[in-house]
């Protein structure tokens, strides 16, 4: 049990090391969070009162204790990242069959 267990802390420690790892995970933020954020900015220095209006309620709905905000982003990022490592991960199949 105790090996197991230090097994997945390695391998959680091995994927937190990976830089695209991070570009997933700022890629999927974006995709569930950070347009609020750039909308609300644009619609502040643009004066756009929907823009405002729009991001402003979004953005009160995420920061709600019950918002399963981050049950949606690090699956996504996850899925993201395996995106960008499939080249590598086909090229380690053909690897290995030869």
Same mark, same amino acid.
Request: hydrophobic share 50%; proline share 4%.
């Given at each position: 049990?105790?090996?197991?267990?230090? +097994?997945?802390? +390695?391998?959680? &420690?091995? *994927?937190?090391?990976?830089?695209?790892?991070?570009?997933?995970?700022?890629?999927?933020?974006?995709?569930?969070? =950070?347009?609020? *954020?750039?909308?609300?900015?644009? =619609?502040?220095?643009?004066?756009?009162?929907?823009?405002?209006?729009?991001?402003?309620? *979004?953005?009160?709905?995420?920061w709600?204790?019950?918002t399963?905000?981050?049950? &949606?982003?690090?699956?996504?990022?996850?899925?993201? *990242?395996?995106?960008? +490592?499939?080249?590598?991960?086909?090229?380690?199949? +053909?690897?290995?069959?030869?």
């Amino acid at each position: 049990m105790k090996e197991k267990l230090i +097994n997945i802390k +390695n391998l959680i &420690i091995k *994927y937190l090391k990976e830089p695209k790892l991070f570009i997933a995970f700022l890629i999927a933020w974006m995709i569930t969070n =950070g347009w609020s *954020y750039v909308m609300l900015g644009f =619609g502040i220095f643009l004066k756009i009162k929907w823009m405002q209006v729009v991001a402003t309620s *979004y953005l009160a709905i995420l920061w709600l204790p019950c918002t399963p905000e981050k049950l &949606i982003t690090i699956p996504l990022s996850v899925f993201i *990242y395996k995106l960008l +490592n499939r080249r590598k991960r086909i090229n380690e199949e +053909n690897n290995r069959k030869i």
